[in-house]
């Protein structure tokens, strides 16, 4: 995921705790530094795609056991959760981070960059975390082991969801935020607020961006196929030809959001990706096959594009008498991203104790689509961006999220564990009354 505005001129580091922060925050984000630091280059060290977290699941639920709980494993098949239970009365919260690592070969220099290979819809590529999601885990492996020191002092009940495949499945596997719930993990236990962060390129180290309401998009997939009749390239006439009609079926599509949607409500994105068919200039193929994704911020609009994208793939390849076959979406995609108002503003001053009120910014609205969308459709949500982009590199040139280079700022890590627990802490000390 990709953040679509860049924040320069980092500031300084804050080593040491800031004001406002509570005391224990520091005092744990300290004890457990070097341990997060050392899982972080151990998991990106040994990556795993999606659905495949076998290792680094078994790191998790390890650590959770050492730390005395008892972890659930394997669910939506490799995701871990634990429930820590405090020793005094409380709300109850979850805290969620993501394993899965990408299908990039890694080009950075880094003593842990990561050798690993594999095989992915039939090619061979490397295996890198270029998302950050070592980041995330050992985040929250620190915070885990952080909140169980406190234990007994601690109002209410923790649940730290460790997920796979935040960048989806492997074709024909359920998994990821949805499968996680589909196994009832919020059956069994339902929060009150669940908490979940981001490391981004596009801000730099020493900060936090949050945004309020909807912060990432819904992504949806679509696939269209043109069905026409072959025919010799010199005898159009003889054959249906869904080269043109594919064409004509683009640029009319370009008016679903153009002319249809309410673009000054919120933004909506509809790209094509891919165009596949013929094989020689002079054949006229059967058919045309495109896919491609819907960015979208309100529901309504969501499926307004959905309806309006088939209707006009169907209606324009039938004015060239072919016909079209859209499934629009053609997978199940990520929801809308929404931080509850309400939550957003409440926990705002305690991600400002951390990093300081001018360090946090408002990043506005992103593209990029997560699945921790799920969970805050579940219950209220807040999901915040850490800065990754090292002080002397400008965030905007940085190689961003997904990249080969893409190069994570380890004080990221430190101000990751500060902040949630910062946020659970107070929080779970001050929960809203209703
Ligand atoms: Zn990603
Ligand atoms: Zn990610």
């Known amino acids: 995921m ?7 001129a980092p500031p300084a580091a804050h080593a040491q705790q800031a004001a ?7 005092a744990a984000a300290q004890a457990v530094g070097d341990k997060v630091v050392a899982w972080r280059r151990d998991i990106h060290a040994h990556p795993e795609l999606g659905n495949r977290e076998t290792r680094t699941a078994a790191l998790v639920a390890d650590h959770l ?16 959760t634990a429930v820590l239970k405090g020793g005094r009365p409380g709300p109850r ?9 990408l299908p990039v070969t890694e080009r950075t220099d880094v003593p842990f960059a990561s050798k690993v290979t594999t095989t992915f819809r039939g090619q061979q590529t490397g295996v890198m975390h270029a998302c950050g999601h070592d ?3 050992s985040v ?3 915070v885990a082991e952080a909140l169980v020191a406190m234990k007994d002092e601690l109002p209410g009940e923790v649940m730290f969801i460790f997920q796979p495949a935040e960048e989806g499945p492997p074709d024909g596997e359920e998994g990821g935020a949805e499968e996680m719930l589909a196994q009832g993990i919020f059956s069994d236990f339902k929060p009150e607020a669940v908490f979940g962060l981001h490391v981004f390129s596009t801000l730099g180290a020493g900060r936090i961006g949050v945004h309020a309401g909807p912060t990432m998009a819904a992504s949806d997939r679509f696939n269209i196929v043109v069905k026409g009749r072959q025919t010799h390239g010199s005898r159009p006439w003889g054959g249906i030809d869904p080269v043109v009609a594919a064409a004509d079926l683009i640029g009319t599509a370009q008016t679903v959001v153009s002319r249809r949607q309410d673009i000054s409500k919120q933004p909506v994105v509809l790209s094509f990706g891919a165009i596949n068919g013929g094989i020689r200039y002079n054949i006229i193929p059967d058919q045309v096959e495109m896919v491609g994704t819907i960015r979208t911020f309100d529901e309504d609009m969501r499926q307004g594009v959905f309806a309006d994208l088939k209707n006009v793939a169907e209606k324009v390849a039938q004015a060239h008498g072919a016909t079209a076959v859209a499934q629009v979406p053609d997978t199940k995609g990520n929801p809308v991203t929404v931080n509850d ?4 503003a409440r926990m705002l001053p ?3 104790k951390v990093v300081g009120a001018d360090n946090v910014v408002d990043p506005g609205l992103t593209m990029g689509a997560e699945d921790f969308s799920f969970y805050a459709r579940e219950v209220p949500g807040l999901f915040f961006f850490v800065g990754a982009t090292p002080r002397d590199q400008d965030p905007k040139t940085a190689p961003s999220n997904h990249s080969p280079e893409f190069f994570l700022d380890e004080s990221a890590l430190d101000i990751g564990v500060r902040a949630l627990l910062q946020v659970s802490l107070d929080y779970l000390n001050d929960p809203p009354r209703s």
């Open 350 to 352: 305690s991600l400002q």
């Open 140 to 142: 929250l492996m620190g």
């Open 65 to 80: 056991r050492a730390l005395g709980l008892e972890p659930k494993t394997g669910i939506a098949t490799t995701g871990v």
């Open 341 to 344: 108002p309400a939550l957003t």
């Open 93 to 101: 919260i979850a805290l969620r981070a993501d394993m899965d690592a």
């Open 20 to 26: 406002g922060e509570r005391p224990e925050v520091a």
């Open 2 to 8: 990709a953040a679509i505005l860049v924040f320069a």
């Open 135 to 137: 980041a995330h885990t």
